[in-house]
Nanobody, 121 residues
Framework: QVQLEESGGGLVQAGGSLRLSCAASGRTFSIYAMGWFRQAPGKEREFVVSISWTGGSTYYSDSVNGRFTVSRDNAKNTVYLELSSLEPEETAVYYC??????????????WGQGTQVTVSS
């Protein structure tokens, strides 16, 4: 089992930035690829980005590529997501997940509880 806890969400103005964190505990964190997803009100959960277990490979959705940056610190069992140039449409609950990754595909085995990001216009 892996337990995941996101933090860092909040209210930000359009064009602003936030840094989300996802702290892991339980089984060895470093063996898992990690992903970030988001779910806006009334919409399905969508993939945002994934990062390999080494941190050396990442894959971003087209909608965030160039504005969001994912990283991980295996010594701290933490993965980060830097969000910049945020738009009101990106208001959502952001979730981190631990799982398996192959190219653009990510399969989540464990989920966090999510952190709310609200972007005001």
């Amino acid at each position: 089992q892996v337990q995941l806890e996101e933090s860092g969400g909040g209210l930000v103005q359009a064009g602003g930035s936030l840094r989300l964190s996802c702290a892991a505990s339980g089984r060895t964190f470093s063996i898992y690829a990690m992903g970030w997803f988001r779910q806006a009100p009334g919409k399905e959960r969508e993939f945002v980005v994934s990062i390999s277990w080494t941190g050396g490979s990442t894959y971003y959705s087209d909608s965030v590529n160039g504005r969001f940056t994912v990283s991980r610190d295996n010594a701290k069992n933490t993965v980060y997501l830097e969000l910049s140039s945020l738009e009101p449409e990106e208001t959502a609950v952001y979730y981190c997940a631990a799982g398996r990754r192959r190219g653009a595909d990510f399969t989540a085995d464990y989920w966090g509880q999510g952190t709310q990001v609200t972007v005001s216009s």
